[in-house]
Nanobody, 119 residues
Framework: VQLQASGGGLVQAGGFLSVHCAASGSISSINDMAWYRQAPGKQRDLVAR???????NYADSVKGRFTISRDNLRATVSLQMNSLIPEDTAAYYC??????????????WGQGTLVTVSS
């Protein structure tokens, strides 16, 4: 199983960006999918999570600005980020709890994709 992240980039404060992540491999089903971020010198923190039935939760710092979505048929998760501020600058990582055909589940991580917000 692999998670491939894409998107991100450089944007001015107040702008918008989106990041995307696609899962591939021996996947029977996917439970929670999420986005985390890690700024230089800081720990990796949860940004947003979406369950298999579409329930969402967000970090307080991004509520009202970021929206997480998923496509269960395509095994993808996306994060739309609006009204970006310099404090959103970080490497963004997707994660997914994936069930394989043996019935075992494991959490996988994508590679980080960098989001830089200039002031």
């Amino acid at each position: 199983v692999q998670l491939q992240a894409s998107g991100g980039g450089l944007v001015q404060a107040g702008g918008f960006l989106s990041v995307h992540c696609a899962a591939s491999g021996s996947i029977s089903s996917i439970n929670d999918m999420a986005w985390y971020r890690q700024a230089p010198g800081k720990q990796r923190d949860l940004v947003a999570r979406i369950t298999a039935d579409g329930s969402r939760n967000y970090a307080d710092s991004v509520k009202g600005r970021f929206t997480i979505s998923r496509d269960n048929l395509r095994a993808t998760v996306s994060l739309q980020m609006n009204s970006l501020i310099p404090e959103d600058t970080a490497a963004y990582y997707c994660s997914a709890n994936i069930v394989d055909y043996s019935g075992s589940d494991q959490t996988y991580w994508g590679q980080g994709t960098l989001v830089t917000v200039s002031s």
